[in-house]
Each structure stands twice: as C-alpha cells, then as structure tokens.
C-alpha cells in the first residue's frame, strides 16, 4: 500500500444526530472523533488510509463495523473500559448537544498495545497523522513524544493538529506539519492576539522549536502558512457554511494526502484549504468529493504576508534609508 497514510486515533467517538429535513425525523449513526474525520477526508482524497485505534465496550462493537464501512484499512486494540460517543439534536437547524460521553482513560497496557500496533504501521508509511484524544486526561502526551521522535527518526513525516500539552510534547520530537487555530495559540500562551504580526511571531518560534511547516487557521479570515520559511495568507473563495465545524480537520487530510503522494508543501497547503472550505458547505464531517476539492484548489493562492516581523522595515527606517539615498 504504497503512498498511504496512517492515522493514529486513539479515542474514536460514536456520533449520534437526529436531524429533520423534511416531515420525518432521521437518525444518523457516524464514528467520528479527529483521527476519523481526518481519515474519511484522506480517502476522500483518493489515498488509502490505516486507520490504527482502541475500542471497548458495547460502544467499541458499534464502532467497529462502521469503522470498516469507512473504506480505512483497520487495526483495532481491544480496550476493557469503553469508548465514548455523542448524541446531537438538529432538528431546528442548529446543533444541540443532548449529551456527550467521553469515555475512559487507556491503561498502561492499552496504550503499550496501541503504541506497537500504530508505530509498526506508521513505520510503512510516507506519512502518519497523529490525532488528539478527544479529551486530553486520555491519552498522555508522553505517547504523542514518543510518537513523533521515533516516526522521525526513520524516515517518516508527522503531521498533527494539536494543541496544549500535546503539541508541546510533538514539538520536543518535531513534526513536519502543524495545523492549530489562532484561538489554541491564545489559550495555549504562545500568541496574545489574533494580529497578523503577533501570529507570525508565533508561528516562527513554533517553527523554531520543532514544527518544520505551520498553519493557522484565523475563523473567519484567510489562514496563514510557514512554508520554506516564509509567513503567507491562504486566500480562497468563500463558501455558505452548512456545518462550520471540520474545516481544520481537513485542512490536515489535505495536507496529509497530497504529501503521501510525494507532492510539495505548498500545493499541499491550497489542497488542504480546499478540503477545508468545502467540508463546511456539507453537512457531515471530513467530508467531501475528489472533483470538488481538485476544481477548488486551483482558486486557492498564497499570498506572501512578508517576512520575519523582526525585520520589518518601519516607517522611520524607510524614511532615513531613503535620505541616505
């Protein structure tokens, strides 16, 4: 299975939503969880994906048959505790949370199993996407460092979308990509604020200290890309959001696919902001059509943002450069 990708997602969700499109209420039962919704958009992309997991549970045996409808090729840790899940109400238009289960911590052993299973197949392939748990208590940020150094080492390329204590750990290792929103910055203390400059300071020292290429997604203005060491603003076109959640999840997809590919970053980058627009004008997360997203990336540029904000040149030192002159 050559130019796959493997996806590391430890506490895969089940997701429950009722939702009324018309007379009749409907009952929609997803896996989900980042590492699912990050595989369904690789293979959306036309790449294979190992989709390397633990489930437990009556949870887990739910979770399990549709992981495989998925198309994923599956390898599965059996966990003693239970997975967890979700159940969203729809009907009105917006999404209402009617409960949300986490699930349990995986135990020392589980995690050991885990680790062997998905570091053998990470070892297979070009490119491993790391996903987060859906709560950070589950999974320890030790195993994302172990991860990320020993996928390196030989030869692999990381890719996450991270943040808190897990990045810091990833960013030990180094990555070759991180996707993280302007807000994880914030909260996570490496920004103060949404500014251009103040984000690219922050994406330099992200670089700096681990993560090869960055971008960050801004919400409602163009995301901005580390690329070849250079600060970009992603410009594409807008679309009506159905579901405003998922864009970041496959925005990494994309940039995970095109790379397993052989690729280059930047194309990698308009490829995963295409995937990343379009999965918000449908409902369903990670998901959208090989065509769509192809015909969208050729309207994607990067537009330099300009360079280290350091070395910008100031009003007063443009004015005496130019009465030197």
Request: hydrophobic letters at 40%; charged letters at 25%.
């Amino acid at each position: 299975m050559s130019g796959h990708v493997m996806v590391f997602a430890p506490t895969p969700r089940l997701t429950v939503t009722v939702d009324q499109p018309s007379d009749t209420p409907e009952l929609h039962l997803h896996p989900g969880g980042q590492g699912v919704w990050q595989a369904r958009m690789v293979l959306s992309l036309g790449v294979d994906v190992v989709l390397c997991t633990a489930l437990g549970g009556e949870i887990g045996q739910v979770l399990e048959p549709l992981l495989v409808s998925e198309g994923v090729d599956l390898k599965v840790v059996v966990r003693d505790s239970g997975s967890g899940g979700y159940v969203h109400d729809r009907r009105d238009g917006s999404r209402q949370e009617i409960v949300d289960v986490p699930g349990q911590p995986l135990s020392r052993h589980e995690l050991d199993e885990l680790y062997n299973l998905a570091l053998g197949e990470g070892l297979r392939a070009p490119v491993s996407v790391l996903s987060g748990p859906n709560e950070p208590s589950l999974v320890p940020a030790e195993l994302y460092r172990r991860f990320a150094a020993d996928l390196g080492a030989n030869g692999g390329r990381v890719v996450v979308d991270l943040c808190g204590e897990h990045l810091n750990a990833v960013l030990d290792s180094g990555v070759f990509f991180l996707k993280v929103s302007h807000e994880e910055l914030i909260a996570d203390g490496r920004a103060t604020g949404g500014g251009e400059d103040e984000l690219a300071r922050a994406m330099y020292e992200l670089h700096d200290t681990g993560a090869e290429n960055v971008v960050v997604s801004r919400a409602d203005k163009p995301a901005l890309a580390l690329v070849d060491g250079e600060v970009f603003e992603v410009h594409m076109p807008r679309l009506e959001a159905a579901d405003p959640r998922g864009a970041g999840d496959s925005m990494t997809a994309g940039v995970a696919a095109v790379m397993a590919r052989g690729g280059d970053v930047r194309t990698a980058v308009r490829t995963g902001a295409a995937a990343g627009a379009l999965n918000v004008s449908r409902h369903g997360l990670g998901t959208g059509r090989l065509d769509s997203i192809t015909g969208l990336v050729d309207r994607v540029s990067l537009v330099p943002a300009g360079s280290r904000p350091q070395e910008r040149t100031t009003p007063d030192e443009l004015a005496e450069r130019v009465a030197e002159r």
